[in-house]
């Protein structure tokens, strides 16, 4: 039997200490009058109310309403945060930003990345955000002065045609014309330049203002003092300037930056989506039947709500009257709308497509799926992946190698160029400084990442981070879970076997009295049926989960035990009297548990799990792309050998421990295979975290969940294929953004050093290079944007 036996309250404990780490430490903690407190329970921003206040352990809590309030004083440990030694640094209030580049960077306030000078963004972009400030900034400038740098070209090229005999006043004219492009437009980089080299983090700002300045401040020295300046440098009876090349490369930079923008504002198009799908109000049924639209922060648990055919589900709950076709695709990947009837779970912002139903709320605010899938897909974006290691290595000492590339051009331009070798070395220097691209290492693998996760979202499959995405594709062992897993986990009730001496009834109604302290399925369709049949239950007096095995406590001055053979064996009950119905149970497939009283045994009780429709062909993809696949489950050898062999199984592990599944993980991996884990119970969180990666079912525990790589929001095996499928592609995409990277810088810098001038005669223009340079980035972007559209 699988572990079946963890405690509600445990698991209610767990679920709203995992919401609420940070909140109910806001919540107990004094604020400023102008800010609202935190309500510990729903998670709502609440006014300080002392009819809605409770003084406990030395602090205030504020609730939202008196259900909140009942439900805390029922159990505050619930929601209160552990110490804050064990809590990670609090997160300002408000949102945060961060770097595309740099995820460790994270600030209150918008502004720039100390370390590579790029835009931070919001960790959570909003649905109503409105356009990137500096996008609007930036689009200005270029605009602006985008007439004043084609004038500026213009008067460069055709000035000695234009103006006849006014030569030495044309250095004067490009000098007012293009001043304003390469003072005013470029102001942001030079802001950054000089906080590259404050902050002793040189970037892609070092070499553009760098390169930048060295032309324009060359160029006014020769316009306002020309006699310094040798006579092999004039031409055409003035000193060249390079007020164009100057002017150019900072429009070209700005457009640029702004498809750059442009583009990155797409990666965040998933979570967008995402945040779009909630509904804005629910329909509340009163306690006195009436009913009214409020808005969806006003929904507390327990509520019943009323959800009439094309609305969305405002939040997770449960259907207490009605039936209908639900679409859940936005969420689950899952195409076909799925009835829903009495007792059936509902998530939030999927679509009631016909029937209406009736339902009462079970998770508000951040607790529900919706909102931990839009958590967990942000936090996935903004984690580094480990390829980015070499490019981190690279980056660091891209600049510094770059400068010195350029001195060296100079240098040896200057000595070994002729007449004009000190020219030709401050061109080409000034074409090294601005091709060279470290945006385009750096943006190589976040990007895919980004694109990845929102994908991978739509498709029903959430990664905890990037790392996960690389490894997924690794894998080549499978070992699942069966309850939940492979099967429904809605186990039905089969039938009882007494003992001697023993009644069916008296067999389902000891069962079914201990199982009240349980939360595990097996343990509802026991209860469910003793209730069905009306059968008066007692309540047990104390009750021990045995993880794996099975529960044990006091029922009415009895010590009750109920599980498998090895929890009969350690209450030292002989169990074999009744071994062969118990086989041929098994041998159907059902999930049998034995039932002792004071160490006799009183009968067995058999329950049916039946396979998922959808396991059958998870398997036969997953055997196709060449994964090994194992059960191992706390369920009887007999049962699982039988689930194993309708499924095409081959290896099963039955009756196992939670430290069994850990074992086999370790046994597996010692034989040098990369092995995945499945599983959605408590029993399973040991070998999830152990795996290299571990797969929850998004229908499973908290615990699990927690565990867990990765996530599959419907529990559907085929998800573990599309994840693999978007793991390769990932990985493929995030090679492509390096490879392309580092063979435009090994190539560019060369060229734009002139190497190749011996052989073509033909220099580097700066402008060629700024256009070049700003293309590199917005290519990489939109090659990890191609992953948006990546099929299953």
Partial sequence: MDDRTRPHDAHHEHHHDHHVHGEARDAATPVKADKPYIDPVCGMKVAANPEKTIEHDGASYHFCSAKCMDTFRANPQAYIAPAPVAHPEPVPEGTIYTCPMHPEIRQPTPGNCPKCGMTLEPVMPALDEEENPELTDFRQRFWWTLPLTILTVIIAMFGHKLMHGGLPAQSWIEFVIA????????????????????????????????????????SVAATIAPDLFPSVYAAEGRIGVYYEAAAVIVSLTLLGQILELKARSQTSAAIKALLGLAPKTARRINSDGSEEDVPLTHVHIGDTLRVRPGEKVPVDGAVLEGESAVDESMLTGEPVPVTKRADDKLIGATINTSGSLIMRAEKVGSQTMLSQIVQMVANAQRSRAPMQRLADVV???????????ALLTLVVWGLFGGQSGWLFGFLNAVAVLIIACPCALGLATPMSIMAATGRAATQGVLF???????????????????????????????????????????V??????????????????????????????????????SSGIGVRGMVAGRRIALGNTALMDTEKVDWRMLVKQAETLRNEGASVMYLAADGKLVGLIAVSDPVKTTTPEALRVLKEAGLRVVMATGDGVTTAKSV??????????????????LVLVERLQKEGKVVAMAGDGINDAPALAKANVGIAMGTGTDVAINSAHVTLVKGDLRA????????VETVRNMRQNLGFAFVYNALGIPLAAGLLYPFTGQLLSPIVAALAMSLSSVSVIANALRLRGTKE
């Fill in 179 to 218: 001043s304003p492009v390469v003072v005013w437009a470029a102001w942001p980089f030079y802001v950054r330049w000089l906080a590259s080299l404050k902050n002793r983090s040189p970037n892609m700002w070092t070499l553009i203002g760098t390169g930048v300045g060295a032309a324009y401040a060359y």
């Fill in 395 to 405: 980056a660091g000492y891209f600049v510094v190698v770059v400068v010195g590339i």
């Fill in 464 to 506: 905890r981070d990037a790392a996960a995405i690389e490894g997924m594709r690794k894998i080549d062992t499978l070992i699942v879970d069966k309850t939940g897993t492979l099967t429904e986990g809605k186990p039905a009730f089969d039938r009882v076997v007494a003992a001697l001496g023993y009644r069916d009834e008296d």
């Fill in 508 to 545: 389902l109604q000891i069962a079914a009295s201990i199982d009240q302290g349980s939360e595990h399925p097996l343990a509802h369709a026991i209860v469910d049926e003793a209730r069905r049949r009306g059968i008066a239950l007692d309540k047990p007096d104390t009750f021990e989960s």
């Fill in 644 to 661: 194993a062999k309708r499924l095409g199984i081959d290896e099963v592990h039955g009756e196992v421990k939670p430290q069994d599944k």
């Fill in 720 to 727: 573990i294929a599309r994840a693999r499928n978007l793991s």
